[in-house]
């Protein structure tokens, strides 16, 4: 297996050497090398596409909504992605979750059609958290995973499971501490996609003829330019074949969704179709468009997959991948599952969400949890029996000022309760390590909490944040006194380390939403 520029694995004296600074077993000279030759080899273009995602953003953010001239003879003209391996061609329903090894003992045993572990969502971002998931998923990946539970015993990965494992790596704005090139810590993408691939890779190939991945916030068509480049370079030095590593495309922000058939073209040896994050791609909207004279964003519940600017992205994101070989794959759903008997809060609605995504032309969805997997899948197996929909060609004009028309609604003081206690929820269990977070019915991964902790930014920073019923006005005083108040009452029979947790959830809180800048989460 080759992994360096050379088959010298010692650095030449010319060669600016890679810093290790954690001790692990999994940075072996051999992975270090690795990652240093993709880090130089790549660091002026991530650069590059980094300060011109800000250029798209700025041009955003001032009303310039459209699709690039630049790029127009990719959309007019006749192409395809590269076809996925049979192997994949059926995704049906995939079930996310974190990096824990319970979480993947679960999700590899959940008889959805892959388990995608998510290092970024749903996985605690600090060095010493990444390397533990890195060790995680070299265990799963090769079905060594088991788990002692006190109910139920030790437990291993089914031996007849066919569930594949499926990666997220961090994404492309994200550097890793634990590691230096010249002074500055490396790209996270290229260390994640480094100890996943280099540990994995022959046993995916032969287990499921690829290597699967999700990326996240890949916000333009050059963005995925230089994650088709990273492919490339690691299946030239892993001795791979190109086209074993297949990215879906998760459509989380408006700059990617302008660009979703440019995005396909650059990956197009590497592809494995778009996907949805609805409340991603609603933050972003918050992200662009506020102010104090710009309309706010209504209650978190009218935010959904019948919302003008998410239905329009689904039947976009459906179009653009049919029209060219690639799949679809819709949003995931997060409500929990039923408890002996009792549905939970939105569970039909998430019912309907499934159907509707099936007839709609989705080639599968996403559901966060395993008691999901079988419902989901009873909604796509009644609307598509073949193993995908590609020959589905949808036709909707949809035009970029449609991809950012908000929904027309109210705020109301109990959508504003429910977004407080999730925000303070999941601050505190985040200072807790824990990024497993539920309230209110439902788990909440990082997308979600961004999204609950924009709202309350916006509402406090517009002049028409007001409670809908009563003309209150969403503003500082009041945001201080629910703070406390909901503080109070959530940790008020915690243990001393969570009622500590949740003061100082509270304090973040406060600082995020009352600043005046928008509240980017950046949590560990």
Known sequence: MYFGLSSNMEPQPHVVPLVNLVNDALLNPKVCELMRALTEALAEQRTQVLADRQKRRDQLASGEVSLLDATAHIRSSAWNVDPLP?????????????????????????????????????????TTSVLEAHRNLIEAAHHRTSVISAPAGRQHINGSSTTRLAFV??????????????????????????????????????????????????????????????????????????GTIRATVMLDSISAALEVEEILFELSHHSAGVSLDLQAYAADHIALFSGADRKPLPDRETIGLNAPFLRNLSLL?????????????????????????????????????????????????????????????VEFNKSMPMAH??????????????????????????????????????????????????????????????????????????????????????????????????????????????????????????????SDRYPYLNCH
Not at 449 to 474: D, K
Request: charged share 25%.
């Open 86 to 126: 049979m192997s994949m061609q059926a995704r049906r329903v995939e079930l996310l979750g974190g990096c824990s090894r319970a979480e993947l003992l679960q999700g590899l045993n959940s008889g959805a059609m892959s388990y995608v572990a998510d290092l970024w969502n749903l996985s605690g971002t600090d």
């Open 169 to 242: 790596p961090r994404p492309l704005h994200v550097t890793e501490p634990g590691v230096n090139f010249n002074g500055v810590p490396v790209c996270a993408t290229i260390f994640d996609l480094v100890l996943f691939c280099a540990r994995n890779a022959q046993e995916l190939v032969a287990r499921q003829q690829g290597i699967l991945l999700y990326l996240r916030h890949v916000e333009g068509h050059l963005e995925a330019r230089y994650h088709d480049r990273l492919f490339d370079l690691l299946e030239e030095h892993l001795d791979l074949e190109r």
């Open 317 to 377: 994101a459906i179009g653009a991948a049919h029209r060219r070989g690639a799949h679809a794959i819709g949003a995931p759903a997060f409500v929990l599952p039923p408890d002996e008997g009792r549905l939970r809060s939105g569970y039909l609605e998430m019912l309907g969400d499934k159907e509707r995504e099936a007839v709609d032309g989705h080639d599968g969805t996403l559901v966060g949890h395993p008691g999901l997997v079988t419902a989901a899948m």
């Open 389 to 514: 929909q590609l020959s589905f060609q949808r036709h909707d004009e949809i035009s970029p000022k449609d991809l950012v028309e908000p929904p027309v609604g109210t705020i109301s003081v109990d959508s504003l309760v429910s977004i407080l206690r999730t925000s303070l929820r999941a601050l505190a269990y985040y200072h807790m390590g824990d990024r497993t977070v539920v309230q209110g019915g439902r788990l909440h991964d990082r997308s979600s909490v961004q999204l609950a902790i924009a709202l309350l930014w916006q509402w406090n920073h517009s002049r028409e944040g007001v409670i809908s019923s009563s003309g209150l006005e969403v503003h500082e005083d009041l945001l201080r006194y629910l703070v406390k108040k909901e503080t109070e009452k959530l940790f008020a029979e915690a243990s001393a380390e969570l009622r500590a947790a949740g003061k100082q959830a509270a304090d973040d809180l406060l600082r995020l939403v009352l």
